[in-house]
Nanobody, 116 residues
Framework: QVRLVESGGGFVHAGGSLRLSCAASMTISAIWSMGWYRQAPGEQREMVARSTSVGQATYADSVKGRFTISRDDARNTVYLQMNSLKPEDTAVYYC??????????WGQGTQVTVSS
């Protein structure tokens, strides 16, 4: 199991920025994929951004150009920089780590609320 601890959520007005952090309990350079997902009330959890150990990043269309995922191997931490936030970005954001395609580890989630 990989333990993940998120931080950095909060309340922001539309157009503002937040940076989420996810600290892992193991060396993230050995983790195949780390990413951020979100779940709004009444909605399914959706992928926001993913980063693989070889540096490939994938983003949901709704956040392209606004969000950036990055990995700090020295700190075993993954970040999600969120700019130009919109009310529709409001959700609980979860960190995810996969050591392989059949593995799934989740953090406890952090709330992001964007007001109009």
């Amino acid at each position: 199991q990989v333990r993940l601890v998120e931080s950095g959520g909060g309340f922001v007005h539309a157009g503002g920025s937040l940076r989420l952090s996810c600290a892992a309990s193991m060396t993230i350079s050995a983790i195949w994929s780390m990413g951020w997902y979100r779940q709004a009330p009444g909605e399914q959890r959706e992928m926001v951004a993913r980063s693989t150990s070889v540096g490939q990043a994938t983003y949901a269309d709704s956040v392209k150009g606004r969000f950036t995922i990055s990995r700090d191997d020295a700190r075993n931490t993954v970040y999600l920089q969120m700019n130009s936030l919109k009310p529709e970005d409001t959700a609980v954001y979860y960190c995810n780590a996969q050591r392989n395609p059949y593995d799934n580890n989740w953090g406890q989630g952090t709330q992001v609320t964007v007001s109009s």
